[in-house]
């Protein structure tokens, strides 16, 4: 898998209270957080490593600009790149512009630009945009192209919100508003341990994604009181998971729970070899992440009644629904993440003043509202997210435990 982080779809690839209510009230959306429920989960895109290889190609010249506002956005995406990047791209794009159609008179100009899907492309869009005068950068997807980014951006003090989800390339002024793995963890283990699971056994794959996750897994197990009686991690040849399969299946017997944080196609795989090993998996609560979010976890037997960390689905339907209505389409999932960062930054415009992008603003503890539920951003750069539990249902994901509404104190 070339290090790359498949997505949920399965695609490979302030004042305290103003800030808030500047997304909540003043964009006139009515966001999940708020109450309104017409939003909307970033899908975990491909952003660990980089998409397929489009020669020396250089980003094209920027495209044409969105909105005509007085305050410059830069919006930098893989848009020339092959593949799902490139689809991803288009789709994130349009979620941008239908932000802006949505919100009550923006004062904003969205910058798009093309990086090709390459850290070289990706830094020369925002030198570009930067000699443009835009004030903040949207983007990019990719963490090279990320890292890229920040070294135009920091020393001319203009901060990024990018997309990736390789937690690695946060840092204060460079923001990430996707959904992170370690997030994930915590939260479907913060539920399991609240409801009486003690004893975990995981299956992790062997990539950039499994390491992350990993991390994040032996550190909130004891965190909560639990103990991991056995990790295995398996190698990307499907031929090869007999081995990790069966250390796990010795000791089942011992754990209460199994965590298997992979895409669709492993996690059955798994599932099913661990059934033939004569597991029983009726008596343990099987466990998974957002990248469970996919129609071929829910048409699996063995997985009824398993668990994962998401957004409330509802509003990602209904931002679906209007998306489509608009383009004919459905989006793809990492699109929302466009539709918020959009949302963010028209309404600070709107409420914040002269100088809408501070740290201080940026990171107000209360955070914000958004498609995706409520968020907010860490000194770091990384980010905290409101996460519900869903189980798996065989019509889709079904809402055990919702959302929180607000956050607690800040970090």
């Known amino acids: 898998m070339s290090g790359k982080l498949p997505d949920r779809n399965g695609a490979i690839m302030r004042s305290r209270r103003s800030v808030t209510a500047a997304l909540c009230i003043l964009a006139g959306l009515a966001l999940t957080a708020c109450g309104g429920g017409q939003f909307g989960n970033f899908s975990n895109f491909g952003n660990f490593g980089q998409p397929e290889p489009t020669g020396q190609q250089l980003p094209q010249e920027a495209q044409a600009a969105i909105g005509t506002g007085e305050v410059r956005v830069a919006l930098i995406l893989p848009l020339s790149a092959q593949g799902s990047a490139g689809l991803a791209a288009q789709s994130m794009k349009n979620a941008a512009q239908l932000a802006l159609a949505e919100f009550k008179n923006p004062n904003i100009q969205i910058l798009v630009k093309d990086d090709a899907g390459t850290p070289q492309g990706a830094q020369a869009s925002a030198q570009r945009a930067l000699s443009e005068g835009a004030q ?239 968020f907010r951003f860490n000194r770091n750069g990384t980010n905290e997210r409101g996460l519900a539990i869903l189980r798996v249902g065989p019509t889709g994901p079904q809402m055990v435990n919702p959302p929180p509404k607000s956050f607690g104190p800040g970090t």
């Open 136 to 374: 903040i950068i949207l983007g990019p997807l990719f963490a090279e192209s990320v890292r890229a980014v920040a070294q135009v951006a920091r020393p001319a003090n203009v901060p990024v919100i990018a997309f990736s989800t390789d937690s690695s390339v946060a840092s204060s002024g460079v923001y990430l508003l996707s959904f992170l793995p370690e997030t994930d963890v915590k939260r479907i283990i913060d539920y399991a341990a609240a409801h009486g699971r003690r004893s975990y056994a995981a299956l992790i794959p062997d990539n950039a994604y499994g390491a992350v996750v990993q991390g994040a897994f032996q550190q909130e197990v004891p965190r909560r009181g639990g103990r991991v009686i056995v990790l295995q991690k398996y190698p990307l040849d499907p031929g090869q998971l007999a081995g990790p399969v069966s250390a796990v299946a010795q000791e089942a017997r011992r754990v209460d729970s199994i965590f298997i944080p992979d895409t669709a196609d492993s996690v059955v795989q798994i599932v099913q070899a661990l059934a033939a090993d004569r597991v029983d998996l009726k008596r343990l609560q099987l466990l998974g992440t957002g990248l469970w979010q996919d129609e071929h976890i829910f048409a699996t037997q063995a997985l009824q009644g398993a668990l994962y960390p998401g957004p409330d689905p509802t509003s990602f339907r209904n931002f679906s629904a209007r998306y489509r209505a608009r383009f004919g389409q459905d989006p793809v999932r990492t699109a929302s993440l466009a539709y918020d960062a959009v949302a963010l930054v028209a309404a600070l415009v709107k409420t914040q003043g002269a100088r809408p992008f501070t740290e201080q603003i940026l990171t107000n503890s209360s955070g914000f509202a958004g498609i995706d539920g409520i």
